[in-house]
RNA sequence: GCACGGUUAGCUCAGUUGGAUAGAGCGUUGGCCUCCGAAGCCAAAGGUCAUUGGUUCGAAUCCAAUACCGUGUACCA
């Protein structure tokens, strides 16, 4: 990376005025190099000397000067350097230094961009982990994009990532599933029941029960539907449920190393477990809660409950493990599951969770810390709401009208790159807007072909060498001295941050850095595009311009095969 | 009430671990195809970064209050 690289340089300077006595010989040295958002500015720049200024008891100008002098003889990458501003240091590379990227991208090719400064760590990704109780929505899909690419981004800096999928096929929500089923069930015999408050009425539960009927006959047939359904009727329908769910995840194209089921906690005693380490710890307790502040639930009374003391690790107040009917919470299983991960001996856990479980964070972070005494071993991120637009409007939704619209519509209506990429496109913490018909829209209003067409122009400038049959490129790159224009130099730089912007997204979690990269890289080719000829007579030109754009369209497509976004040749 | 997220151009949003003159798309106005893909480009206009105070060489960014918006708020998952 060119960054480190300038990092290194002010390093020596610093110890070299380390030595002459200018800081003390115990003094750290804590300072940033940047790219200015100003290209006159330099390609890069330092704050060593505003930073370091205090410590070296000189005004900070009188700093750098000092560390410009002391910057070490004989390298080559940087041309010149000044002082500027308050204080900063800017340095400007030699036109060779940006020209060589251009052989490190071609023989990198689809490893530009990667890096081992994950150095292999173990990390874990839950993510979707959508009830097993019908078709994923779009909130649902945004998740599991968002996770997908964080793993990637994980993968790209050199760790281990396994992406894991919990799921809840335990609990009430199942039950409820499967009386569905069976209610609609009866209907499909003549048997029509009104389906009771709380059950699922959408059209996909009628699907299960014909599926049920055509696999299994008349076998669950009864007088009256039970309150409380036979287990094999909840399977069938969770194992339906399961069964769309991965399509749906297929279609998108992200898969997962393992499925975690929830009700293997119950069955192997791993609540029991944990919560015997939680006593232990004397964490666990009968109590009765306070009745919660602000919106009273109305049928609040107060109960004794087996409780954990979640509030001694930040939470706000302790926790339930126990329903009164005796049966283990959410929570409880949540536990087990969370300190079977830390079991499993990962470095790092990361769940990716919709935004109306963000209340949840601290209990179960408070729980880990309880268990294995680290806050830091859970970071949560939640991922907000998905709103669907057609042509400018809201798209209403509601499950009870039947208008509500699934995932897999959307996917297979725009496609799994547009949705993917506009998934992407902002911040997991911000809600988005998706408008179905601009992200089939084949403008540059459409992120997704402005940055694809970007790639398919690259190629079809290959193409076109092809047909004239010119495509003796020199091998050796003395004839990338020849781009010396700014816009040449501008798409350089661009081409240069791509590995620290992978990084950094990576560090961060944060996908929407490299969609935001890709559509500036795109930018600065279509300008190019448009005020110069690639394809030139001059020999050594159309190579060099020729080795520039396909230089682009490799980070291109770096980009988008790190965002799971196809990177297609011709539009 | 509390917790979390948000507040930046008319609209939708970026904004690099605090950096120099805050950016993009859409929309508006005006230009560019005898030339490599116009599915593109160029230019103009558009801002009290919600408000107030604080921290420091320097704040959209950090801290504290305030105001709105969203989500969640015992025994659902």
């Known amino acids: 990376m060119l960054r480190s690289l300038i990092e290194q340089l002010v390093f020596a300077s610093l110890q070299q005025l380390q030595q002459q006595g200018v800081f003390a010989a115990e003094q750290p040295f804590v300072f940033q190099v940047e790219r200015p958002r100003d290209k006159n500015h330099g390609d890069f720049a330092t704050n060593a000397a505003l930073v370091l200024a205090k410590s070296a008891r000189l005004p900070p100008r009188q700093l750098a000067e000092r560390i410009l002098s002391a910057l070490p003889a004989g390298q080559t990458a940087v041309e010149r350097w000044e002082v500027a501003g308050p204080g900063f240091i800017n340095f400007f590379l030699t036109p060779q230094t940006l020209q060589n990227l251009l052989v490190t991208i071609g023989q990198q090719a689809a490893d530009y961009g990667k890096s081992h400064s994950g150095q292999g760590r173990r990390i874990q990704v839950e993510f979707v982990s959508a009830n097993p109780t019908g078709p994923m929505h779009l909130g649902h899909g945004r998740g599991a994009v968002t996770g997908d690419v964080i793993v990637r981004l994980l ?300 790639h398919a122009r690259v190629h079809s400038l290959r193409r076109r060498l092809q047909d004239r049959e010119i495509s003796d490129i020199p091998e050796s790159p003395h004839y990338l001295q020849r781009l010396s224009e700014e816009p040449e130099r501008e798409l350089l730089r661009h081409l240069s941050r791509f590995p620290e912007v992978v990084e950094q997204a990576a560090l961060e979690k944060e996908p929407q850095k490299i969609t935001h990269y890709l559509l500036e890289v795109a930018a600065a080719f279509h300008t190019y595009y448009n005020g110069y000829k690639i394809l030139d007579e001059d020999t050594d030109l159309r190579a060099a311009r020729m080795a520039l754009s396909k230089a682009v369209g490799q980070v291109i497509a770096n980009g988008l095969t790190l965002l799971g976004v196809s990177a297609p040749e011709q539009m």
């Not at 009386?179 to 699922?200: D, M, T």
């Not at 094999?232 to 297929?250: G, M, P, S, T, Y």
């Not at 959410?330 to 479980?357: S, T, V």
């Not at 810390?369 to 637009?389: I, P, S, Y």
């Open 155 to 454: 993968q790209a800096i050199g760790c281990s990532v396994e992406r894991e999928y919990y799921i809840n096929d335990a609990g009430g929500q199942t039950l409820v599933l499967g009386r569905s089923v069976l209610i609609r069930y009866h209907g499909l015999f003549g048997q029509e029941w009104p389906l009771p408050e709380g059950c699922y009425p959408g059209e996909y539960v009628l699907d299960i029960a014909k599926a049920l009927q055509a696999e299994q006959g008349d076998r669950w047939l009864t007088p009256t539907p039970p309150e409380r359904p036979p287990q094999e009727v909840v399977d069938f329908a969770i194992a339906r449920c399961l069964a769309w769910i991965r399509d749906d995840l297929k279609l998108l194209n992200i898969p997962f190393d393992t499925w975690f089921s929830e009700r293997s906690l119950h069955e192997e005693g791993l609540i029991v477990h944990a919560i015997e380490q939680l006593a232990s710890k004397d964490l666990i307790y009968e109590g009765i809660l306070e009745p919660p502040k602000g919106k009273q639930p109305e049928d609040w009374e107060p109960r004794p409950q087996r409780l954990f003391r979640s509030s001694r690790f930040g939470d706000e107040v302790d926790r339930p493990l126990q329903k009164s009917d005796g049966s283990y919470t959410y929570f409880a299983a949540d536990i087990a599951y969370h300190l079977n991960k830390a079991e499993r001996g990962f470095a790092g856990l990361i769940n990716i969770w919709g935004a109306d479980h963000g209340g949840y964070i601290k209990r179960v972070q408070s729980a880990l810390a309880a268990l294995t005494g680290r806050h830091d071993l859970l970071e949560v991120r939640l991922v907000q709401m998905v709103n669907l637009f057609r042509a400018g409007q809201p798209v209403r939704m509601s499950k009870r009208a039947g208008t509500f619209v699934t995932l897999r519509e959307v996917v297979e209506e725009a496609g799994a790159d547009a949705v993917r990429f506009w998934f992407l496109l902002r911040s997991s913490g911000a809600g988005l807007d998706f408008d179905l018909d601009l992200a089939m829209a084949k403008t540059n209003e459409n992120p997704v072909f402005y940055v694809q067409y970007a």
